[in-house]
DNA sequence: TTTT
DNA sequence: TTTT
C-alpha cells in the first residue's frame, strides 16, 4: 500500500524537448516553474520559483510538444522517480524527475479548432519542422489533447452523471 | 482555470452496485467509508466515519464490480458533482457524489492471476450471476484493471524512465 | 488507514458568509465554483461548472471573510462531510460540504499590505459593517493570511532548506 | 498562480535523523519507500520501489524523531525542492526532496497513550539517549502530534461541523 | 534502505 | 451564483 502522486501547475521555462526512445517511445521533457510568494520578517513580500522536470510519454508527449511551448501554464500529475546515472567520473548520479500521468493545458481555454488563433496554442510543428513559422497548418487537437480544465481526465460526455441509473 | 479533485482510501460497505444507464453504458456505485481518528479533550481515541458514494463508469464499472465486494479497500480519485433530483413531493434536492476517473483495488497486493484464492479478490460474477457462489470461474483480470498500486495510474513498462533519451 | 481529501480552484459566487457558532467559533461558508472544458462530438468546446459549499472555522474563516468577495479565486484544500438535518416535515435530508483545512486566496498576488489598492482584495470590514463601503479601513493582513501561493502552507522561512543539515 | 504539492504513502527504510539547523531549528530527513506492482507482459506481478527523501522542520520533526523508527509507516503531504550543492571537485550537484508539510503515522491507529504498548509506537527517546532501549519512559504524545489517520490535518473537535451555524 |  |  503505498502513494506516490506529485500535482504541479507551473510554467514552462523552455519549449517542450521531443525525443525518441530506442524502442520508438515518444518522450517529451519539460521544465516547469512553480513560485511560490511569502511575507518575510520585514512585511515584503518575497518569491521564491521552483523548478521541476517532466517527462512524459507516448501520445501525450507528442500533444505536449505540438502544442506546449515556453510560457504555456499547465496542471501536470504525475509521479516522483529517480533515475541513476553515471557522471564523465564513472560516479553515480541521481536525478528525480515526475513521470506525467497526465498534463493539462490551462492558456486559451476556449479557443477550441474552430477559434481564431492568437499568438498562442496553435500547434507546434514538430513533425513538420518546414513549417513552423508559417502558422497555416493548424490543425484540430485530438479528442483528448490537454486542452480541457482540470475537471476529470476524460471528457464529460463519455462519463456523465445527467444519466446515472440510481 | 479550475481544478475539481477528491482522493478517498476507504473501505466499500456494502458490494458494489452495477447498473445500466439508458444508453448502455455500465455504472456502477459504491459506498466508501473514510474513518478520522483524533483525541478528544480528555485525551481518548475518538474515531468518526465518514461515508462517500461514488460513482464510476464503462470498464471501470465492470472491474469493481467484479471484483471489488463489501469491506474491499479501495484508493480513489475523481471529482465532485452535485446532481438534482426530485423527491416525491416534486422539491429539488441534490446529491453529492464522486465521479471515480480512477479507482485502485488496495486488497490482496501480489495476488496476480496465477495467485491461489484466499477468500478474497476472485472475480465476482455479475454477469454469470449463476455461478456466483461457486467461485470456479475465475478469469486472469484485464491488463489496466485496477489490482495495482497508488503509483502511476499506467503500468510502468508503458512509460519506463529506464529508457528516457535525455 | 483512511484518506479523505479534496482540492479546489475556483471562484466564489457570492460573498463569504460569517456566522458564530454557539460555542462562538468563527465560521464562514463560501459557494466556490469549478469549471470544466470538454469537445462535444460536434467539436465544440462546452463548458459546465460544478458548485461547491466550502465550510471555513476559526481565524481562517474571519480571513476569508474579510479579504474574499464575489469572484474571487481560491484554492481550497478540505475533506469531505456529510451532515444530516431535518426539513419542515421532519424527513432527513443529507448536504455534503467541504470542510477547508486550507484556503489560499489566488488573485493579485504580490499585493501585499504596502501595495495599492485596486478594486479588489482589500479588507472587508466585517466586524465593522458601518465602514463597508468606505475602504479607508484597509489593514495588514496577518502573518498567515492566506495571501500566498499554493506551495506549502507555511512561510518558506520558518522551514527553508537553505540551512539543512544533512 | 502555481502549485507544488506531493503526498506519499510509504514506509521509512531507517529511523528518522534529527539534526538542528545553525540557528536551532530541529530538523528530520527520512527516506521512505513506495512501491508500484504492476503486471508485465508475461502475466507476472512485477514490484518496482522508489525511494523518496522528506526532510520535516521544527515540532514536526521532533514528533517524527520521537514516535517513528524504521520500517513505520507514514502518509506524508509536502512540496518539491531541489537544493544545490557542491561535491568535492567544486561541481554543482542538484538534490531533489520533499519538505514535508504533514506527517501522519499509519501505524497502531487507535493506540493513544493508554493503550498497552506492542512492540511499536512507543516514544523513542531521542532527547533522552540513555533511556534509549528501555522503554519505560513512555510520555503522552502531544495533541497534534500526527497520530491521526489521513482526514483533516486538525483534530475535528476544534472545527466541528456538528454546530455549523448554516 | 521499507513492506506484503 | 463565479470566471474566461
Not at 510568494?37 to 517527462?55: A, F, K, L
Not at 501536470?76 to 541521481?94: A, F, I, K
Not at 489533447?145 to 476524460?154: N, T
Request: charged fraction near 25%.
Amino acid at each position: 500500500m503505498s502513494l506516490n502522486k506529485v500535482m504541479l501547475i507551473g510554467r514552462l521555462g523552455a519549449d517542450p524537448e521531443l525525443k525518441y526512445s530506442q524502442s520508438g517511445t515518444p518522450v517529451a521533457r519539460m521544465r516547469i516553474a512553480t513560485s511560490e510568494t511569502y511575507t518575510d520578517r520585514e512585511g515584503n513580500r518575497q518569491e521564491s520559483t521552483e523548478w521541476h522536470t517532466v517527462v512524459v510519454f507516448q501520445r501525450q508527449a507528442e500533444n505536449c510538444a505540438n502544442y506546449l511551448s515556453k510560457g504555456s501554464m499547465v496542471y501536470v500529475e504525475g509521479s516522483l522517480q529517480t533515475r541513476q546515472w553515471q557522471d564523465q567520473q564513472g560516479q553515480n548520479r541521481y536525478t528525480t524527475e515526475i513521470k506525467g500521468q497526465r498534463v493539462q493545458f490551462l492558456d486559451r481555454k476556449g479557443d477550441g479548432p474552430g477559434a481564431p488563433a492568437q499568438g498562442g496554442g496553435e500547434r507546434r510543428s514538430f513533425q513538420q519542422p518546414q513549417q513552423s513559422q508559417q502558422r497555416g497548418g493548424r490543425q484540430a487537437p485530438p479528442a483528448d489533447d490537454g486542452f480541457d480544465d482540470l475537471g476529470p481526465a476524460f471528457p464529460s460526455e463519455v462519463s456523465g452523471m445527467d444519466d446515472v441509473p440510481f
